[in-house]
């Protein structure tokens, strides 16, 4: 890049025209206070400050970017609303984030109006990083208060800086804080609560080419609509550098604008090639100038950093201790979760159990107790594994260890087109791939945050274990391989790693084809480390475990209960008879039992569980389930499965362990679980009543073991993919993707077993 | 910004930097969008950059530019070329 030459120093008029809007209408709503800031500056600790716990989580209308917004009560009791917008560096925007964050600056972002005021949050610790984007928001010209973040460890680690005479060089209020302890709070409320002016844009150079193709957009633009109230050289230069051809702010102007703003920008481009690195220029050669004046450090850079690093991120160490916090994790998800998880499925057991006999037997009952209760247990069972993982991820990201994971697992995540972003979610999802997706939001980049979603369902998750066990218990015999391996258990290993490659496999077709795109810039800034507030992580995990019950949740427990019609409708004419006669066995049962005749009761009783468990297969066989089961037997009979694996096929869509208990239901055993020896049995000697032949063999179960590893079964991660990806498109691409993939799987499994004779 | 007098040290890229070795920025190249990226970041020329360390698989590297530490991949450290300082 060559030197620009012709430089002229540009002081950018304040805003014009400020704040034109008629005063009746700004006292319609409450006054809009956005909070603006980099990644890392505190400005998330701030807000929850500043709000407690008067805010709500959505997202923006068509985009996957979080809003977060609030309220906040000022010193005088007025109340104002406040947005917490995305971290960014710059107001250039790069990714759907910096987007929404320069389209809500501008007020040009449909469904939340131009702010009344800007809280622009700093971290005194790193300033000069963080001017960029205080430059760029001063210069916009509407009224701007900063927080300078961290002051007190600012002073800890021996930099000073000048509030005074930043607060002249911006025209802006200027309060030190901290988001920590408190303390400047009251002072930033007061000056929240102040009519504050237009801010001074820092004078600054800015070369010929981009500021006189700058003027005359800003000569041009009309002195009314959406952006009148914005300097007008801002918007030139936004609508110049943002890149946008047709997005929110060049439709925002109109069609003469935007065919000017496109002529210059290809006038530029062929006589200036590097005039994009103007603003850079200009701005760091100002921010250099302030930091000088306004910033002394009186101490050596930071040596406990220095320290922690050179162990965290050493070689060998670096590694160890990465791998040995993931096992933590891990183990969190897998095991500290369980107790948690059983005691949910008890209590919603036990409340069914409670309620159930209240209300009439029957269909209400049926449909409170095994559709409602049941499908509200379903959405709560995730609620553990969500808290845990979210409890260690945002003590990670808070604490700054997050950033060096990433840099210590970037270099094998790369070998499939990944970030080291991308480990965390993807180990999280062996456990349940519900929190693994949503932890994918410390993904930044887009297209590795979809290819992410789209791959974690592919890692075996806990609730494929029970499958796994009871076919492997079923077919695989106990015997050892080349003398140390035991057969079952390297069958359990190889499942594992077939969802790893298959993985591997897809990502590396995704970045290939639907999310192939621009290689993104990896750049990660590695933040300070700091001790995390105990009430940041618990509120994001909050956060968390409420957007999904609240969102997710809602749609797990609509299909639960559609599930349960689809198993329990229509009734079957031979259930009316059998549940005469178990009415019968169950009174003679309890006669006998009021005579004291022990031996007869319990023969009744255990008679009653037979005929309770032949009417549960009776009604599953032939319900809309059943039905279903038979209709798609010749699309599963080439991968081995008979109508009875459809009905279990279709019924793990609820969860996959379900798959047990409905194989269990359609032959006749009640509830048994995967260690069950007479489902074991009755899997293994089942016949098919037309031939007479066994109806499972153990390419089978290879083959049914296969399709579970790689077939997307589970409503709920359809239901948190559509949350997290903000539509409909990607859950149903992922469903078919993944389908197919276990389909032709399974296919090859099975027709190449035969071929090679192990049918 | 005025010429160095560096002409005889030779212009390397980032990329190539030991551990602890300090640089000065010389030029960015790459595609525009990139090129943005990295400037808005502060890898204007003329900055002083400190190559903090490599992570453990020899990349991506650790840099402190402007009182903040950043990790980069080597591939786009490549496209920046240095003179040492």
């Known amino acids: ?85 995305p971290g960014t560096y710059s107001l250039r925007p790069g990714s759907p984030d910096e987007v929404v964050v320069r389209d809500v600056l501008l007020g040009v972002q449909a469904d939340t109006p131009l702010p009344d005021l800007t809280l622009l949050v700093l971290d005194a610790t790193c300033l000069e990083r963080q001017l960029y984007l205080c430059m760029q928001l001063i210069e916009i010209g509407r009224p701007v208060v900063v927080a300078l973040n961290m002051m007190d460890t600012a002073e800890e680690e021996g930099i000073h800086v000048d509030a005074a005479l930043l607060e002249r060089a911006f025209g802006a209020p200027v309060v030190p804080i901290s988001g920590r302890t408190g303390s400047g709070l009251r002072e930033l409320r007061e000056a929240m609560e102040q009519e504050v002016g237009p801010p001074r844009p820092v004078t600054r150079a800015l070369a010929a080419p981009l500021r006189e193709a700058a003027e005359t957009v800003a000569g041009m633009l009309p002195t009314a609509g959406p ?45 200036v090639p590097e005039w994009r690195s103007h603003e850079p220029i200009g701005h760091y050669r100002a921010i250099e100038d302030l930091i000088r004046r306004a910033t002394l450090r ?116 790369r070998s499939v087109g990944l970030s080291g972003r991308a480990f965390i979610p993807l180990l999280s999802s062996f456990a349940c791939a519900i929190p693994g997706i949503m932890a994918t939001r410390t993904i930044d980049n887009r297209r590795d945050r979809l290819t992410t979603i789209l791959i974690a369902p592919f890692m075996s998750c806990s609730a494929r274990l029970p499958v796994y066990a009871l076919l492997i218990g079923a077919f695989i015999p106990n015997r050892s391989v080349l003398g140390f391996l035991n057969l079952p258990g390297l069958v359990l290993f190889c499942l594992y790693v077939l969802g790893i490659l ?113 009417i549960a297969g009776v009604s599953l066989r032939d319900s809309f389930a059943g039905r279903a089961g038979r ?66 063999s153990p390419l089978m179960a290879v083959s049914l073991m296969v399709f579970f590893v790689l077939a997307c079964q589970c409503m709920s991660t359809v239901a948190v993919v559509r949350r997290e990806t903000n539509s409909w498109g990607w859950p149903i691409f992922m469903v078919v993707m993944m389908n197919a993939l276990a389909w032709i799987a399974s296919f090859a499994v099975f027709q190449g077993g035969r071929m090679l004779g192990l049918g | 910004m005025t010429p160095r007098g560096t002409a005889c040290k030779k212009t390397r890229t980032l990329a190539e930097l030991a551990p602890g070795a300090r640089a000065v920025v010389r030029k960015v190249s790459g595609e525009p969008e990139l090129l943005r990226r990295l400037m808005e970041l502060g890898f204007v020329p003329g900055t002083q950059i400190t190559l903090v360390r490599r992570a453990p698989m020899g990349d991506p590297i650790e840099l402190r530019l402007r009182g903040t530490h950043f990790s980069i991949r080597t591939s786009e450290a490549d496209r920046i070329d240095v003179d040492p300082d």
């Open chain 1, 631 to 696: 209709l798609i037997e010749p699309a599963i009979a080439p991968l081995g499965f008979d109508w009875k694996i459809g009905i279990a096929l279709l019924s793990s869509f609820a969860a996959r362990e379900v798959m047990v208990s409905t194989m269990a239901t359609v032959y006749n055993l009640g509830d048994a679980d995967q260690t069950s020896v007479s489902l074991r049995e009755k899997l293994r000697h089942a016949e098919d009543p037309r031939t007479g032949e066994r109806s499972y």
């Open chain 1, 298 to 413: 009186v101490k050596p850079e930071d040596s406990m950093r220095q320290r922690i690093d050179r162990v965290l991120t050493h070689r060998v160490f670096g590694p160890v201790i990465f791998i040995a916090f993931m096992a933590v994790i891990f183990q969190s998800l897998f095991m500290w979760a369980t107790p948690l998880m059983n005691a949910i499925d008890f209590g919603v057991s036990a409340l069914g159990r409670f309620i159930g006999p209240a209300l009439p037997a029957g269909p209400i009952r049926s449909l409170v107790v095994d559709g409602a209760i049941a499908g509200v247990g379903a959405v709560v069972t995730f609620v553990p594994q969500i808290a845990f993982l979210f409890l260690f991820i945002s003590l990670m990201e808070d604490s700054g260890y997050l950033a060096r994971a990433a840099f210590i697992m970037d270099r094998l995540m």
């Open chain 1, 227 to 271: 952006l009148a109230g914005l300097s007008r050289f801002h918007v030139a230069m936004a609508l110049l550098l943002d890149e946008g051809e047709d997005d929110s702010l060049m439709r925002a102007v109109p069609h003469a604008v935007r065919r000017e703003v496109l002529a210059l920008r290809s006038r530029l481009d062929a006589e």
């Open chain 1, 502 to 614: 298959a993985a591997v496999v897809v990502a590396w077709a995704l970045k290939r084809t639907a999310l192939r795109g621009a290689r993104p810039l990896y750049v990660m800034e590695l933040p300070p480390y700091r001790v995390p507030s105990l009430r940041s992580v618990l509120l994001t995990v909050r956060d968390r475990a409420g957007l999904f019950v609240q969102k997710a949740g809602t749609v797990i427990l609509a299909v639960s209960i559609v599930l349960w019609f689809l198993a329990s409708y229509p009734k079957n004419a031979e259930v009316k008879p059998l549940e005469k006669e178990l009415r019968k066995v169950e009174q003679t049962a309890s006669e006998a039992q009021a005579r004291g005749q022990r031996a007869e009761a319990a023969a009744g009783r255990a008679q009653a569980v037979h005929l309770e468990n032949e």
């Open chain 1, 1 to 85: 890049m060559s030197i620009p030459t012709d430089l002229a120093a540009v002081a950018p008029s304040p805003a014009e025209g400020l704040d034109r809007r008629p005063e009746t209408h700004r006292r319609l709503r409450r006054k809009l206070v956005a909070i603006a800031g980099g990644p890392n500056c505190g400005k998330s600790t701030l807000f929850n400050k500043l709000t407690g716990l008067r805010q709500k989580v959505a997202n923006y209308p068509g985009v996957t970017v979080e809003k977060k917004a609030g309220f906040c009560t000022l010193t005088r009791g007025s109340t104002v609303e406040v947005l917490d917008l």
